[in-house]
């Protein structure tokens, strides 16, 4: 089931299902227990961040390719960062770039695969990972360059947790409708042109071993939001660096979910 959060021209907030020429079918109860339709229909005002994120924890250098243009070593353990949840915007919504980063063009974009899980999990086996997952989206790690290598004292936290730069959606595709989330062909444009086209069969770790790590001696609760990682073609690797500037237009894609979109302003 593709699971979307919208707010109608009732002003009233909704989950919905089935969206299609602007209209989504309303959804029923709570979304990580007992979703159920209800046949009623309600108008699409606006598309919001299908979830709003207990926590979000992120892997870095989790593509082959993308790990090899950055010059590094595939790691041995995933490499653990997170964003501040406050940085969650949503399909549509704008990117801005804050003045802490005009001084210096740096703000990167990264086509990932979120991952959201639906229930108090803790030492899940990889095995066993896919079980506590509710569905899948589309996010896009904005990065701001400088902060990230040079301004955070080590930690990449600050440079990827300005407000918006975490764009999110549209919407959630359930667990039930992707078999294998690490055979999805995932896409970064940028005002039309492809940036970054992989598969997430490139990815280092898989979406059930990340889970198992993170899980270790750690609860992670309902509604905690995983970024999977990015693949090769991110901007600060290329020759000339390409960053971010008002007026871009960038999609995020991913197989069986979708197309995040979202602009670029000051």
Known sequence: MQILKFESDDQKVYLGCNYNNH???????????????????KKVKKILPPINPAAILCIGLNYKAHAIETGMEQPQYPVVFMKNPGAVTGH?????????????????????LAVIIKKKIKNVDSKE??????????????????????????????GKSFDTFCPL????????????????????VLNGKTMQKSNTG?????????????????????????LTGTPSGVG???????????????ETKIQSIGTLKNQVVE
């Open 23 to 41: 209209t989504a079918e309303v959804l029923h109860g709570d979304i990580f227990l007992n979703l159920s339709k209800t046949g009623e229909k």
């Open 92 to 112: 549509l919504d704008d990117i801005v770039i804050p003045p802490s980063c005009l001084e210096i063009p740096e703000v990167d974009y990264e086509a990932e």
């Open 129 to 158: 990972a896919l079980k506590s997952v509710l569905g899948y989206t589309c996010v896009n790690d904005v990065s701001a360059r400088r902060w990230q290598k040079h301004a955070g004292g080590g930690q990449w936290v600050k």
């Open 169 to 188: 959606g549209p919407w959630i595709v359930t667990l039930d409708e992707i078999k294998d989330p690490n055979c999805l062909d995932i896409e970064c």
């Open 202 to 226: 490139d990815m280092i770790f898989s979406v059930g071993q990340i889970i198992s790590y993170l899980s270790e001696s750690t609860t992670l609760l309902p509604g905690t939001l995983i």
């Open 236 to 250: 600060f690797t290329r020759k000339p660096p390409v960053y971010l500037k008002f007026g871009d237009t960038l």
